[in-house]
C-alpha cells in the first residue's frame, strides 16, 4: 500500500472550518484515498473516500488533487466534538486491509 | 452503517493466565477480519488477518503462538492472548469489510497485572 504523509498536529478554532493535509505521492490507479478518525480509545470511524473527483458527504468534504499525489480533508465547521486523530489511508477498494501512519492529532478550542 | 461488535470492551487478567476476545460482524457475513494493537500514542498496528474456515495469516513479528486467532463462522473471529504478560497491555481492535467500506469494532483495552 501507498505510504501517506501528514502533520502530526493541528489545531483549529470552533466552528471555523478544519483543513487536513495528506500528501500520498506514490499512489496507484486502484488505490483509493480513505480518512478514519479516532477518538481517544475508540474504534477508527470511517469519515469519507474518493478515488478521483472531489468527493462530499454529511461529516465531510474530500479534495484529491488532480495528479492524485495530494489530498484534503474539510470539516467545514469544527466542534470540540471533532477532536481526535485523522487517518489518510490508501488501498485498492477490494482490500480490507488497513496500513496506518501516525495521522494528524486535530485539537478543535473554544 | 455496517456494525462490527467486539466484546470485551475491557479486561484485567493476571500475568501468565490468556484471554480471549471477540469481534463479531453484526449485519453482515465477513470471510476477512483484521486484528490491530495500539500503544498509548501510537498508531493502529497490523498484527494478522483472521480467514474465515482457513489459517491466520500474521505479519511480520507477530507470534502466532501468543496470539491465536479463529475464525470459525462467517460472523466471528476471535483473538486469544496466550500466557498474557504486562507487555502485552494493550488497546486491540478489530475490523471488518462488508461489500464497501471498512469498518472497526470499538475496541479491547487489555491490562496485564
Known amino acids: 500500500d501507498a505510504k501517506t504523509t501528514q502533520p502530526t498536529s493541528m489545531d483549529c478554532a470552533e466552528g471555523r472550518a478544519a483543513n487536513l493535509p495528506c500528501n500520498h505521492s506514490t499512489i496507484s490507479g486502484n488505490e483509493y484515498v480513505y480518512w478514519y478518525r479516532q477518538i481517544h480509545s475508540q474504534g477508527p470511524q470511517y469519515i469519507i473516500h474518493?478515488?478521483?473527483n472531489n468527493e462530499t458527504n454529511e461529516m465531510a468534504s474530500l479534495i484529491i488533487t488532480e495528479d492524485r499525489k495530494s489530498s484534503t480533508l474539510i470539516l467545514p465547521h469544527a466542534t470540540l466534538r471533532d477532536t481526535a486523530v485523522y487517518y489518510c489511508?490508501?488501498?485498492?477498494?477490494?482490500?480490507?486491509?488497513?496500513?496506518f501512519g501516525q495521522g494528524t492529532e486535530l485539537s478543535v478550542k473554544p | 452503517g455496517a456494525v462490527v461488535s467486539q466484546h470485551p470492551s475491557w479486561v484485567i487478567c493476571k500475568s501468565g493466565t490468556s484471554v480471549k476476545i471477540e469481534c463479531r460482524s453484526l449485519?453482515?457475513?465477513?470471510?476477512?477480519m483484521f486484528w490491530y494493537r495500539q500503544f498509548p500514542k501510537q498508531s493502529l498496528m497490523l498484527m494478522a488477518t483472521s480467514n474465515e474456515g482457513s489459517k491466520a495469516t500474521y505479519e511480520q513479528g507477530v507470534e502466532k503462538d501468543k496470539f491465536l486467532i479463529n475464525h470459525a463462522s462467517l460472523t466471528l473471529s476471535t483473538l486469544t492472548v496466550t500466557s498474557a504478560h504486562p507487555e502485552d497491555s494493550s488497546f486491540y481492535i478489530c475490523?471488518?469489510?462488508?461489500?464497501?467500506?471498512?469498518?472497526f469494532g470499538s475496541g479491547t483495552q487489555l491490562s496485564v497485572l
Open positions: 449485519d453482515f457475513q465477513a470471510t476477512t
Open positions: 489511508i490508501v488501498r485498492p477498494d477490494s482490500s480490507g486491509k488497513l496500513i
Open positions: 475490523s471488518a469489510t462488508p461489500r464497501q467500506g471498512v469498518f
Open positions: 474518493g478515488l478521483k
